[in-house]
């Protein structure tokens, strides 16, 4: 792990085809996503080479860097070296997709790279929030379960707002980063989405009242914790705002443009988008329920074994929209539940090569590995810097993730917010998932620790490498 960022930012910086040749860079927990403006430039052997760079990943049109932990320090550092403060509007050349041809355009695996883009970029800067109010809804729920606290308790009532305040007014934070990624006025689509969750809209909602908007019948629904109503809606403002600007003058564009976009976006929302996404969304959520439920152990073992090679391809993002939607209709996700056992799984795997190894620089790549995935729930250097790297130690726990999974899937369990799985969470988790949660994350981490140690990895796999 190289200790001066400087050098790596510089170095990644020309590795990627330098300061120019990016058009937008994010972070996530361990990775930096760039968006370059010419893929050709960019120097992939050399940089995954780079000491302190853990694994180079491409998912769509998103180069990821994977850093570590001290992803935040690389990421200031570049920012330094640059002088750029990256995350802001990107008023760069014309998007790649755009300039393709309508035939490349609507590929399949071209559409696959943009929707995974697209919920990648919308969600990815809420998780960090997201986790944390999580674990304290799930804290709290755990308390009135165990008979802790009260739910007539203020203490309860107060460390549930906390935990649930985020969820509640999800269309809000969602309205935020969408219009970042469509390139819509980020307040207006806030405006927006404050509007459908309302409270005289949702107490007419609860009424059940006839509503009307000059004289058009409107079929309210629950926008509070709702996800694809708002982000559609966003979608519709960023197209609506680009037509206003062509038509009013710069002199008049900012009244004009914010009044009619609201005043057209917020009906057109309540009487069409929001209606026609509860059905689409609910359809989803039907169908996967069915199959849980139907084939519970075969569903569980299929999500568990898919969701850590989902993971590295960037294809678990395609889920967040399904598992947010199921939270919303069901008051919780079984999806989710059925991966319990990925983060111990992986955390397993790296202790067995831990433990198998005599070799002091794979030794000392192992442990902090484990331990990151096992205590933090953080997985990339577990995975990318060892278990995929030796390619058995990584199915292995795929395996391992699919047979705690179907424990899980059996058992029914629904968490009621997206949740991270580690040491410091898993209580929490017991309290919503039961019996069943322990035994995934047993089999998941004791499991890969002793297969990978038997059978999974041995020394002879470094030497074919050097």
């Given at each position: ?80 070296v640059t002088g750029v403060s990256y ?16 035939k490349e355009r609507l590929s399949p ?256 790549a192992a442990l902090p590995a484990a ?96």
């Open positions: 792990m190289a200790k001066d960022y400087s050098r790596l930012a510089e170095q990644i910086v020309q590795c990627v085809g330098g300061k120019e040749n990016i058009k937008s860079l994010i972070h996530c927990m361990t990775r930096l996503r760039f968006q370059l403006q010419d893929t050709e430039k960019v120097d992939t052997e050399k940089l995954q080479q780079t000491e302190g760079v853990i694994k180079l990943m491409i998912s769509g049109e998103q180069y990821q860097v994977v850093i570590g932990t001290h992803v935040d320090e690389v990421m200031a550092a570049i920012e330094k995350g802001g509007k990107i008023d760069a050349v014309e998007p790649e997709d755009v300039k393709k041809g309508w695996k071209n559409i696959v790279n943009i929707f995974i883009d697209t919920v990648a970029g919308i969600f990815l800067p809420l998780m960090g929030a997201m986790m944390g109010a999580s674990l304290l809804k799930a804290v709290a729920i755990m308390c009135s379960t165990f008979g802790w606290l009260s739910p007539d308790n203020t203490t309860y009532t107060i460390l549930y707002a906390i935990g649930d305040g985020f969820f509640y007014f999800m269309p809000i934070f969602l309205a935020f980063t969408a219009a970042k990624k469509f390139d819509a006025e980020r307040f207006a689509a806030v405006a927006i989405a404050a509007a459908m969750v309302y409270p005289d809209l949702t107490a007419l909602y609860s009424s059940g009242a006839e509503t009307q908007f000059l004289g058009i019948p409107v079929v309210l629904i629950s926008y509070t914790s709702s996800v694809l109503p708002i982000i559609v809606a966003v979608y519709a403002q960023s197209k609506l705002e680009k037509v206003l600007n062509k038509i009013f003058p710069k002199m008049i564009r900012s009244i004009f443009v914010p009044v009619l976009t609201l005043l057209i976006i917020v009906p057109v929302s309540l009487i069409v988008i929001g209606p026609v996404t509860d059905v689409i969304g609910s359809g989803i959520g039907n169908g996967l329920g069915w199959l849980v439920e139907t084939v519970p152990a075969v569903a569980g073992f299929a999500l568990g074994v898919l969701w850590p090679i989902l993971i590295i391809f960037g294809f678990h993002w395609g889920l967040v929209p399904v598992v947010m939607n199921n939270i919303t209709v069901y008051g919780g996700d079984m999806l989710l539940p059925c991966t319990a056992g990925t983060n111990f799984a992986m955390a397993g795997a790296a202790l067995g090569i831990w433990l198998k190894t005599k070799k002091t620089s794979v030794k000392s331990v990151s995935a096992l205590v933090g729930g953080i997985t990339e250097p577990a995975i990318y810097g060892l278990n995929l790297k030796y390619k058995r130690p990584f199915f292995i726990a795929c395996l391992c993730t699919g047979v705690g999974g179907i424990f899980v899937g059996m058992s029914g369990v629904m968490f009621p917010s997206v949740m991270t799985t580690c040491i410091l969470t898993l209580p929490a988790l017991i309290g919503l998932g039961g019996v069943s949660v322990i035994i995934a994350s047993a089999i998941g981490f004791f499991g890969s620790a002793v297969l990978t140690y038997l059978f999974g990895f041995n020394d002879s796999m470094v030497k074919e490498e050097e």
